[in-house]
T-cell receptor
Framework: KAGVTQTPRYLIKTRGQQVTLSCSPISGHRSVSWYQQTPGQGLQFLFEYFSETQRNKGNFPGRFSGRQFSNSRSEMNVSTLELGDSALYLC?????????????FGPGTRLTVL | TQLLEQSPQFLSIQEGENLTVYCNSSSVFSSLQWYRQEPGEGPVLLVTVVTGGEVKKLKRLTFQFGDARKDSSLHITAAQPGDTGLYLCAGDDNFNKFYFGSGTKLNVKP
C-alpha cells in the first residue's frame, strides 16, 4: 500500500505571497490532518478533514485554510505569507474506522518564507 | 495546554547504553502511538498500543501503555547511533482528536 505523499517537498516564497500544499492520503483513508512543525513550537495541529468536511481546527489565523476532495486528497493554503510561516508542514492520514486508529505521516513540505 | 508531557526533552548517551522515555497525561486515551522522526522528514510510526498494561516489543525497543491508559514509556536497550532522532508520543482521545507530546530528542554517540 502506498504511503502518504506530499507535494512539493520544498518551497521558497516571499512575504505576502500565497502557497498551496497538496497531500494524498493512504488509499482508503478518509481523514487527513495537517500540522505545522517548527523547532520552537513543535508539532501544532492545523485542521482535520473527514469526507470533505473540516471536522477540527487548531488555533491558527484565517490565513491558513484547507479543503478535501471527494477522492480524499487534501490541499492546504496559506495566504499573505509571513516570515513566521516558515516551517515543515506535515500531512497525516488515518482511517478513523476502528479503535486502533493511527495517523500515518507524509514526508512533509519544507516551506521557507523570505 | 500540553495534554501529553514527554520527558526528558533531550537525551545524549553513548552507544550501548539503555534509556527510557516517558509520556504522561492526566487524560485517558483510547490508543497511543510512538513515532520517530529524523530531521526534515515526517514522523514514522513505531507502534500503536491500545490496551491498558499492554507491552509491545520491537527488537531493542519496548513500549508500555499504563494500566489507566494515561501514560506510556519507551525503553531502548543497547542504543545505537541509528536510534538517534526525535521521539514523539501521540494519543487518540476517540473524539476525533490526536494529541502530540513535545518530543524527546535522542542523540546516541558512537
Amino acid at each position: 500500500k502506498a504511503g502518504v505523499t506530499q507535494t512539493p517537498r520544498y518551497l521558497i516564497k516571499t512575504r505576502g505571497q500565497q502557497v498551496t500544499l497538496s497531500c494524498s492520503p493512504i488509499s482508503g483513508h478518509r481523514s487527513v490532518s495537517w500540522y505545522q512543525q517548527t523547532p520552537g513550537q513543535g508539532l501544532q495541529f492545523l485542521f482535520e478533514y473527514f469526507s470533505e468536511t473540516q471536522r477540527n481546527k487548531g488555533n491558527f489565523p484565517g490565513r491558513f485554510s484547507g479543503r478535501q476532495f471527494s477522492n480524499s486528497r487534501s490541499e492546504m493554503n496559506v495566504s499573505t505569507l509571513e516570515l513566521g510561516d516558515s516551517a515543515l508542514y506535515l500531512c497525516a492520514s488515518s482511517s478513523r474506522t476502528d479503535r486502533t486508529d493511527t495517523q500515518y505521516f507524509g514526508p512533509g513540505t519544507r516551506l521557507t518564507v523570505l | 495546554t500540553q495534554l501529553l508531557e514527554q520527558s526528558p526533552q533531550f537525551l545524549s548517551i553513548q552507544e550501548g547504553e539503555n534509556l527510557t522515555v516517558y509520556c504522561n497525561s492526566s487524560s485517558v486515551f483510547s490508543s497511543l502511538q510512538w513515532y520517530r522522526q529524523e530531521p526534515g522528514e515526517g514522523p514514522v510510526l513505531l507502534v500503536t498500543v491500545v490496551t491498558g498494561g499492554e507491552v509491545k516489543k520491537l527488537k531493542r525497543l519496548t513500549f508500555q501503555f499504563g494500566d489507566a491508559r494515561k501514560d506510556s514509556s519507551l525503553h531502548i536497550t543497547a542504543a545505537q547511533p541509528g536510534d538517534t532522532g526525535l521521539y514523539l508520543c501521540a494519543g487518540d482521545d476517540n473524539f476525533n482528536k490526536f494529541y502530540f507530546g513535545s518530543g524527546t530528542k535522542l542523540n546516541v554517540k558512537p
